[in-house]
């Protein structure tokens, strides 16, 4: 598994061309490329973020060792390293221009992307390697057509008189010219960007698993708030969830405190066991102004914080017990304000209501990814 995580099999796919010389086989840019590859994979391989944890994808190890060879196309497993790769790379040429092969993968690689729901934006970084004179794909310029900036391995300003990249013939490994510094550049790029998609696709994947659990048969875990004045209802709502084959946090209502310290440890607490919980239910009974509290401080404030401890969508309703008393015009208004659905349990089975509600909030979650 790749460093990125799902749905990532790879988070480097390095993809260039380097010709051939007709009655001679592989041009001499082979033999740079390959050693540029050589010194990329050293200096990601001892970056201390990320080190041997990279999972790296060239696509020389499934190619003909002399080169390009035009009748073969990609077969589904190549389609698939490709396709699973977090960025791609590119060795910019003429040569890597007019390559089918290379086409074939770059278009592979963006189609797998959109497939996945991702965009291909920030996530493909050009070494340009040799100046070139056809133009450059679609993805690989911005919006008013011009290449992207890239990292260049040649002197621009003698490129007409000798355009071969730095280095030539062969990068050497203990070097400290000009073409170390654009390798270490395009490496720290690649490190800010690595680690801003982990973030992306942990968050995804995180996302992901919460609406798989929501909108399971049966399962979810439910924080129930009653308080403890409200043992009764309390008690009620839990056996009814738990025959419906909830599992419902914490063991017993929750404390009201007049003591301001008592009362922190007791959100404390709430806010702990929320953040392991999949959904929090709040209890409506005929105390409209403790439901009115509850709304606010559990229902907005307690979620909020449980949601930054834990990173997940845990959506709230309020369990209706009483109807018409509490379920006025302008609370249902507030509700609706503070993201909390109303759910009516005056009616029986209301428990189907609550799952049909977690399916619901399954979609919305999926929606968010």
Same mark, same amino acid.
């Given at each position: 598994?790749?460093? @990125?995580?799902?749905?990532? +099999? ?30 990329? +994979?050293? +200096?990601?391989? %001892?970056?201390?973020?990320? $080190? ?12 003909? *060792? ?23 790379? @590119? ?37 340009? @390697? ?33 355009? /071969? ?16 510094? /654009? ?19 942990? +968050? ?23 308080? =403890? ?15 419906? $084959?909830?599992?419902?946090? &914490? $063991?017993?209502?929750?404390? %009201?405190? *007049? ?28 105390? $409209?102004? *403790?439901?009115?509290?509850?709304? =606010? ?24 017990? %009483?109807?018409? &008393? ?37 979609? =919305? ?5």
């Amino acid at each position: 598994m790749s460093y @990125v995580g799902k749905p990532f +099999e790879y988070d480097l796919f390095v993809s260039y061309s380097h010709g051939t010389i007709e009655g001679a086989g592989p041009s001499p840019l082979k033999r740079w490329s390959d050693g540029f590859i050589r010194e990329l +994979e050293s +200096e990601l391989r %001892v970056h201390p973020k990320f $080190g041997r944890d990279l999972v790296l994808f060239f696509d020389d190890h499934h190619r003909p *060792a002399q080169g390009l060879d035009p009748t073969t196309g990609l077969t589904e497993q190549l389609r698939a390293d490709i396709g699973g790769a977090a960025v791609l790379q @590119v060795l910019m040429s003429d040569h890597y221009l007019k390559s089918q092969w290379c086409a074939d993968e770059r278009d592979w690689w963006l189609r797998k992307q959109t497939e996945l729901g991702l965009t291909h934006d920030q996530r493909i970084v050009i070494a340009r @390697v040799w100046p070139t004179s056809d133009p450059w794909p679609a993805p690989f310029v911005d919006e008013r057509g011009n290449p992207l900036v890239g990292f260049c391995f040649y002197d621009k300003e003698r490129a007409e008189l000798r355009p /071969q990249p730095y280095e030539w013939p062969s990068p050497d490994p203990t070097s400290k010219g000009p073409f170390r510094e /654009q390798l270490l550049d395009l490496i720290g790029w690649l490190w800010r960007k690595i680690e801003m998609l982990k973030a992306r696709m942990d +968050e995804r994947n995180r996302a992901q698993k919460d609406a798989a659990t929501l909108a399971a048969d049966a399962g979810q875990v439910l924080y129930l708030h009653g308080r =403890v004045e409200h043992t009764a209802a309390w008690q009620k709502a839990n056996e009814a969830l738990s025959a419906k $084959g909830f599992t419902v946090l &914490p $063991g017993e209502p929750d404390p %009201v405190d *007049a003591d301001p310290s008592t009362a922190q440890q007791t959100r404390r607490r709430r806010v702990e066991t929320m953040s392991g919980c999949d959904a929090l239910l709040l209890l409506g009974t005929r105390d $409209g102004r *403790a439901l009115d509290a509850d709304l =606010v401080v559990v229902g907005r404030q307690d979620r909020q914080s449980a949601r930054a401890f834990s990173n997940r969508y845990l959506p709230c309703g309020l369990l209706d017990t %009483v109807g018409d &008393p509490i379920a006025t015009a302008e609370r249902r208004k507030a509700a609706r304000g503070l993201q909390v659905d109303w759910i009516d349990s005056t009616r029986e089975p209301w428990t189907a209501d609550v799952q049909q509600w977690l399916t619901q909030k399954s979609a =919305v979650a999926e929606r968010s990814i």
